[in-house]
């Protein structure tokens, strides 16, 4: 392999890496990923198994975004580390992907639902951003 050639490359991926950071990309593993808030409504439930999890089903097409937009890893249940926020509460979490909806799951603690006065059924505003970490 030529030396000069992968100095060129390092090169040319740092300037890309630049590039994408102005234009809100964020490039991890070699892959762009835009760094994308989503934002929408959806209905908290309650899991109907042991232990009391209450979780928000994510819209169709914000999964099929982040399906779009995340890189494959080896994580837990090929769940997603996002950040996430309803109310004045933020907080870091994962997703995980649910077969029956085709969509992700998002888990909401007893702590967010106790500060934010949230309870099964209601429709909850959410910001999520996958997180880059």
């Avoid at 249940?77 to 998002?106: C, H, M, Q, Y």
Wanted: proline content about 5%; overall charge neutral.
């Amino acid at each position: 392999m030529d030396p000069d050639a992968s100095l060129v490359d390092a090169a040319e991926s740092r300037r890309k890496c630049g590039v994408f950071a102005l234009l809100g990309i964020a490039v991890s593993g070699g892959k762009a990923r835009q760094m994308e808030e989503f934002e929408f409504d959806a209905e908290l439930w309650l899991y109907p198994g042991k232990g009391g999890w209450h979780f928000v089903t994510l819209p169709a097409d914000i999964a099929g975004q982040i399906k779009f937009l995340a890189e494959p890893k080896k994580r837990g249940w090929r769940s997603e580390a996002v950040n996430v926020s309803t109310g004045r509460t933020e907080w870091t979490t994962s997703i995980f992907p649910d077969k029956a909806s085709g969509s992700f799951l998002l888990p909401v603690k007893a702590e967010v639902r106790q500060k934010e006065k949230l309870a099964a059924g209601q429709s909850i505003r959410i910001k999520l951003s996958l997180d880059d970490a």
